[in-house]
C-alpha cells in the first residue's frame, strides 16, 4: 500500500487502494484505477506489468502525482494523470544509467565512476531509438559517465543540449564502493548491498538514504519552479529514481520500499 494524505486542500478526502482492489484486472493488461477526489483527478495505468503487479497508488497535496510500486525489479512503466489544472503539466522520464562492468558484476558503484559496458553502449542506443518521437524539451544527467554516456545518443536523437547536474547522482556507499554487493548485503543483514535498514543509516564514509532524498527533493522543487518544459528526462541511477519517485508521490522516506531498477529502464510520471 502507498501512503496518502488523508486530508487534502479544500476538504477532499484521499482513498488508499489497496493491493486485492487492484489485482484482478491485471492479467488483462489494462489496469484502471480511480481515487475518489471529488473531480480532482481521473488516473489510469497503463501496461500493467502481470508477473509482477502494482502495490498500489498514491496522489500529490497539490498536483496529482500516482508512482507504480513494483514488488522487485522497475521496469518501463507509464503513469498518466489527468488533472483539471490548465497549466502545462510536466511530465518527468525518469532513466537509469546503462550497464557497466561493474553492474555485471554485481559490485556497488555509488559515486565512483565506471564507464558503460558494451552492452550498456547497446542498450543507450536502444534507448535513444525507443524516446526518439518523445517531444522531450530539456534532457539532464548525473555528472558520472555511465549517466552521460547514455545519455548522448539520446541527445544527439532529439537535438538537445545535456544539462548536467551532480545532484542527480547516486548515493554515496563511502568505503563499499567497488565491493560486491552481495557480501556487503550479507554483512549489514540488508535484501542487498545497496539497500537499508533505516533512513539514516549510512555505509561508513557514505550518503544516508534521507540525504539522497533531501537532495532529490531540491532538485525537483527548484526544477519545477522555474517552469520547465512539458516533457523532461533524467538519465541518473537507481537511488534517485527511487527517492524522485517516493518525493513526487509525497512519500515519506521512511516509508520508501528498496526495489531493483533494471538498466535503461524508464519511469515515466506526469506531475
Given at each position: 500500500m502507498v501512503l496518502a494524505p488523508?486530508?487534502?486542500?479544500?476538504?477532499?478526502?484521499a482513498r488508499v487502494l489497496e493491493h486485492a482492489e487492484v489485482l484482478h484486472d491485471a492479467e488483462a493488461g489494462h489496469l484502471q484505477l480511480a481515487l475518489e477526489l471529488g473531480e480532482r483527478a481521473a488516473v489510469t495505468l497503463e501496461e500493467a506489468v502481470e508477473e509482477e503487479p502494482p502495490r498500489g497508488v498514491?496522489?500529490?497535496s497539490e498536483h496529482e502525482?500516482?508512482?507504480?510500486?513494483?514488488?522487485?525489479t522497475i521496469r518501463d512503466h507509464s503513469v498518466t494523470c489527468q488533472a483539471s489544472s490548465l497549466r502545462a503539466v510536466p511530465k518527468l522520464h525518469l532513466i537509469?544509467?546503462?550497464?557497466?562492468e561493474w553492474n555485471r558484476d554485481g559490485r556497488i558503484q555509488g559515486h565512483s565512476d565506471p564507464p558503460l559496458s558494451a552492452a550498456g553502449r547497446e542498450q543507450a542506443e536502444a534507448l535513444a531509438e525507443r524516446l526518439a518521437a518523445e517531444p522531450i524539451g530539456e534532457l539532464w544527467s548525473s555528472d558520472l559517465r555511465r549517466a552521460l554516456e547514455t545519455a548522448e545518443p539520446l541527445a544527439a536523437r532529439l537535438g538537445l543540449e545535456i544539462r548536467?547536474?551532480?545532484?542527480l547522482r547516486e548515493r554515496s556507499f563511502?568505503?563499499?564502493?567497488?565491493?560486491?554487493?552481495?557480501?556487503?548485503?550479507?554483512e549489514?543483514?540488508?535484501?542487498?548491498?545497496?539497500?537499508?535498514?533505516?533512513?539514516?543509516?549510512?555505509h561508513p564514509e557514505g550518503e544516508s538514504l534521507r540525504e539522497l532524498y533531501e537532495r532529490m527533493a531540491a532538485f525537483l522543487d527548484t526544477l519545477l519552479a522555474e517552469s520547465p518544459a512539458d516533457e523532461i528526462a533524467f538519465v541518473t541511477?537507481?537511488?534517485?529514481?527511487?527517492?524522485?519517485?517516493?518525493?513526487?508521490?509525497?512519500?515519506?522516506?521512511?516509508?520508501?520500499?528498496w526495489a531493483a531498477v533494471e538498466n535503461c529502464s524508464v519511469t515515466t510520471v506526469e506531475v
Amino acid at each position: 500500500m502507498v501512503l496518502a494524505p488523508a486530508d487534502l486542500p479544500g476538504g477532499d478526502k484521499a482513498r488508499v487502494l489497496e493491493h486485492a482492489e487492484v489485482l484482478h484486472d491485471a492479467e488483462a493488461g489494462h489496469l484502471q484505477l480511480a481515487l475518489e477526489l471529488g473531480e480532482r483527478a481521473a488516473v489510469t495505468l497503463e501496461e500493467a506489468v502481470e508477473e509482477e503487479p502494482p502495490r498500489g497508488v498514491g496522489q500529490g497535496s497539490e498536483h496529482e502525482v500516482v508512482i507504480v510500486r513494483h514488488l522487485r525489479t522497475i521496469r518501463d512503466h507509464s503513469v498518466t494523470c489527468q488533472a483539471s489544472s490548465l497549466r502545462a503539466v510536466p511530465k518527468l522520464h525518469l532513466i537509469r544509467h546503462g550497464e557497466t562492468e561493474w553492474n555485471r558484476d554485481g559490485r556497488i558503484q555509488g559515486h565512483s565512476d565506471p564507464p558503460l559496458s558494451a552492452a550498456g553502449r547497446e542498450q543507450a542506443e536502444a534507448l535513444a531509438e525507443r524516446l526518439a518521437a518523445e517531444p522531450i524539451g530539456e534532457l539532464w544527467s548525473s555528472d558520472l559517465r555511465r549517466a552521460l554516456e547514455t545519455a548522448e545518443p539520446l541527445a544527439a536523437r532529439l537535438g538537445l543540449e545535456i544539462r548536467v547536474s551532480p545532484a542527480l547522482r547516486e548515493r554515496s556507499f563511502g568505503v563499499n564502493e567497488g565491493r560486491v554487493a552481495a557480501e556487503v548485503a550479507a554483512e549489514l543483514g540488508t535484501v542487498a548491498g545497496t539497500a537499508w535498514l533505516g533512513p539514516d543509516d549510512r555505509h561508513p564514509e557514505g550518503e544516508s538514504l534521507r540525504e539522497l532524498y533531501e537532495r532529490m527533493a531540491a532538485f525537483l522543487d527548484t526544477l519545477l519552479a522555474e517552469s520547465p518544459a512539458d516533457e523532461i528526462a533524467f538519465v541518473t541511477s537507481g537511488g534517485p529514481i527511487r527517492m524522485a519517485s517516493a518525493y513526487l508521490a509525497r512519500e515519506p522516506v521512511e516509508a520508501v520500499v528498496w526495489a531493483a531498477v533494471e538498466n535503461c529502464s524508464v519511469t515515466t510520471v506526469e506531475v
